[in-house]
């Protein structure tokens, strides 16, 4: 247990669906996370968020939509989404951006979007 | 192309043996972290070690860090089955970007 809970942990969409993934930590951290893990590629990164404000969006397709209501929450909306957004999506939290500590990552959202 | 490049790509070990995985990357550092990733789960934190460091040791892991070559390496000794997974190397750059890179990861398999 890292401290970071994701749910849910595996997720079949159709295209036209809208679903959301959630992360919660327990860690009292300021930042969160979002990656996306596909295979034969390197964790790319999503979104940032610090202290409830956005701070990086990593050029990603608006189909996707994250939320962070609070420092211990992050939500990421999905909606029309293709089959090559079928991943592993991980959120992670640190203590802060400035300075990179460690970063604690939840199990992951496995997603097949048929 | 990648701040972090993890080589081999894949290893395959004896049970008790030693592992070596080697980390590069192209831009300054603050730190520069391992981590393990067992098959489709999350992500777990091994070590971090600072720029101003040469070698970080915990338990049966041991990290160096080479600035002046920018690279690094993760040495698992005594190897378990249970060490089988994928390690990825995640660097945090001198220009603050607020955010880890990632390389593409060793894959080890440990056989018993």
């Known amino acids: 247990e890292t401290g970071v809970t994701q749910t849910p942990r595996h997720l079949v969409m159709g295209m036209t669906n809208k679903k959301s993934l959630k992360c919660e930590q327990h860690l009292g951290h300021n930042a969160m996370y979002w990656y996306k893990q596909s295979a034969k590629k390197p964790l790319e990164l999503m979104f940032v968020y610090s202290l409830e404000e956005r701070v990086e969006n990593n050029s990603v397709p608006s189909r996707f939509s994250p939320e962070c209501p609070n420092s211990s929450h992050l939500f990421l909306h999905l909606h029309t989404l293709q089959p090559e957004d079928s991943a592993l999506y991980l959120c992670?939290?640190?203590?802060?951006?400035?300075?990179?500590?460690?970063?604690?990552f939840g199990p992951g959202t496995r997603l097949l979007v048929l | 192309s990648q701040q972090g490049e993890e080589d081999p790509q894949a290893l395959s070990i004896q049970e008790g043996e030693n592992a070596t995985m080697n980390c590069s990357y192209k831009?300054?550092?603050?730190?520069l972290q391992w981590y393990r990733q067992n098959s489709g789960r999350g992500l777990v934190h091994l070590i971090l070690?600072?720029?101003?460091?040469r070698e970080k040791h915990s338990g049966r892991l041991r990290v160096t860090l080479d600035t002046s070559k920018k690279s690094s390496s993760l040495l698992i000794t005594a190897s378990r089955a249970a060490d089988t997974a994928s390690y990825f190397c995640?660097?945090?750059?001198?220009?603050?970007?607020?955010?880890?890179?990632f390389g593409q990861g060793t894959t080890l398999q440990v056989k018993p």
């Open positions: 995640a660097t945090d750059t001198s220009s603050n970007t607020g955010k880890l890179i």
């Open positions: 992670a939290s640190s203590q802060d951006i400035f300075p990179m500590g460690t970063q604690y």
């Open positions: 070690i600072r720029s101003n460091e």
């Open positions: 831009t300054s550092i603050n730190n």
